[in-house]
């Protein structure tokens, strides 16, 4: 079984940065592709970025492409995501997801979700 815990979410002004990070425990978390899936109030939990267990697979949403990156450090059982330039349309409650073999889009196919963490864009 894994446990994931989001954090570093919090207010920033539109072009600003955020990094979150998601603290795994379990055994098996380093042989997890993970994922970043978002929710805004009123919208479906969208694909945000995924990752491979050995990182050197990564897939993007058109809509964070160029501006978010999702990396994972194995070692401290953690994954990241470096926010750039934020929009406000990029306010949304954060949630990792692992738990497959290699990434996908496909929120449904993950098996552990984190609580999430808050995400508030400005504009």
């Known amino acids: 079984q894994v446990q994931l815990l989001e954090s570093g979410g919090g207010l920033v002004q539109a072009g600003g940065s955020l990094r979150l990070s998601c603290a795994a425990s379990?055994?098996?978390?380093?042989?997890?592709?993970m994922g970043w899936f978002r929710q805004a109030p009123g919208k479906e939990r969208e694909f945000v970025a995924a990752?491979?267990?050995?990182?050197?697979?990564?897939d993007y949403a058109d809509s964070v492409k160029g501006r978010f990156t999702i990396s994972r450090s194995n070692a401290k059982n953690t994954v990241h995501l470096q926010m750039n330039s934020l929009k406000p349309e990029d306010t949304a409650v954060y949630y990792c997801?692992?738990?497959?073999?290699?990434?996908?889009?496909?929120?449904?196919?993950?098996?552990?979700w984190g609580q999430g963490t808050q995400v508030t864009v400005s504009s």
């Open positions: 997801a692992a738990g497959l073999s290699r990434p996908s889009i496909v929120a449904g196919l993950y098996n552990y």
């Open positions: 379990g055994r098996t978390f380093s042989s997890y592709a």
């Open positions: 990752i491979s267990w050995s990182g050197g697979s990564t």
